[in-house]
T-cell receptor, first 109, second 115 residues
Framework: GQNIDQPTEMTATEGAIVQINCTYQ??????LFWYQQHAGEAPTFLSY??LDGLEEKGRFSSFLSRSKGYSYLLLKELQMKDSASYLC??????????WGAGTKLIIKP | GAVVSQHPSRVICKSGTSVKIECRSL??????MFWYRQFPKKSLMLMAT?????????EQGVEKDKFLINHASLTLSTLTVTSAHPEDSSFYIC???????????FGQGTRLTVV
């Protein structure tokens, strides 16, 4: 079966750095995506990795290791508005998105 | 980024009535559209995948006669919740895909409340 694992909840302090991990087992791989979702809203796209390595975009970076089936999302200089759920998703061999359950990130002052 | 418009954003309907939700890709042609349902504090649950001009593919456990999906054009898909019941109350989200290894674009979501 296809499976994506990520922690259910994480807590971090404003101004700090947090890393959200994601491991996956899918039928084929055509890219890994990170989305942010605030409560009651649709997900918004954050990043896309298809090759191994780190992709940096402002305060957010995403890393991929295809051999390990592993990715992480790194958030720096945390702000209160970063409190949200972070969803990891993988496109499989049919280009269908397989979703993780999401990680709820709580930012404390 | 591409824009996907979903309408309505909120709807309250009486039990037994039907509700139609529209999903439009405004500036690109979506080869595939996806319909998701999300319960509070839960992840997205894929309900069905629709390709323009063909019947939707429903996920296991999703009643196709209850959740009617029409994908009449490359820019419009609709989800009709028929004979709605309170247990159908949920957050419904559509997404549109241009195909291949690109990100999916989401509509704003529809909060359905059945009373």
């Amino acid at each position: 079966g296809q499976n994506i694992d990520q922690p259910t909840e994480m807590t971090a302090t404003e101004g700090a750095i947090v890393q959200i991990n994601c491991t996956y087992q899918t039928s084929g791989f055509n890219g890994l995506f990170w989305y942010q979702q605030h409560a009651g809203e649709a997900p918004t796209f954050l990043s896309y990795n298809v090759l191994d390595g780190l992709e940096e975009k402002g305060r957010f970076s995403s890393f991929l290791s295809r051999s390990k089936g592993y990715s992480y999302l790194l958030l720096k200089e945390l702000q209160m508005k970063d409190s949200a759920s972070y969803l990891c998703a993988v496109k499989d061999s049919n280009y269908q998105l397989i979703w993780g359950a999401g990680t709820k990130l709580i930012i404390k002052p | 980024g591409a824009v996907v418009s979903q309408h309505p954003s909120r709807v309250i309907c009486k039990s037994g009535t039907s509700v139609k939700i529209e999903c439009r890709s405004l500036d690109f042609q979506a080869t595939t559209m996806f319909w998701y349902r999300q319960f509070p504090k839960k992840s997205l649950m894929l309900m069905a995948t629709s390709n323009e001009g063909s019947k939707a593919t429903y996920e296991q456990g999703v009643e196709k006669d209850k959740f009617l999906i029409n994908h009449a054009s490359l820019t419009l898909s609709t989800l009709t919740v028929t004979s709605a019941h309170p247990e159908d109350s949920s957050f419904y989200i559509c997404s549109a895909d241009r195909g291949g290894p690109t990100e999916a674009f989401f509509g704003q979501g529809t909060r359905l409340t059945v009373v």
